[in-house]
């Protein structure tokens, strides 16, 4: 089972990035999906989240600029930055809660996508 993140990228102040996470392998179901970022010296900071119903919910900092959606057909989660801003400049993780062949329920990290926004 693995969490493959994409989408990351050098983009200018005001610009947009679409971010995906999709959960591949032997997989029975996805429940929660989110996603984190982390500066290097900082600690790694909360995003966005969404349920396997669809409810959302947003850091302060992003609410308003980032949207979080879902694909429960092909396990894939995007997040959808707009309005950019340097402080926004991070490595994002998504993370996901799946529920294996035997049933059992594990959290799940990406790798990582680095999104660089320059002013």
Known sequence: V???ASGGGLVQ?????RLSCTATGSI???NDMGWYRQVPGKKREWVAEITARGS???ADSVKGRFTISRDNAKNTAHLQMNNLKP????????TADL?????EPLNYWGQGTQVTVSS
Request: hydrophobic content about 35%.
């Open 2 to 4: 693995q969490l493959q």
């Open 99 to 103: 529920v294996n062949r035997l049933g």
């Open 13 to 17: 102040a005001w610009e947009s990035l």
């Open 87 to 94: 402080e926004d400049t991070a490595v994002y993780y998504c």
């Open 56 to 58: 959302t919910n947003y």
């Open 28 to 30: 029975l179901g996805v």
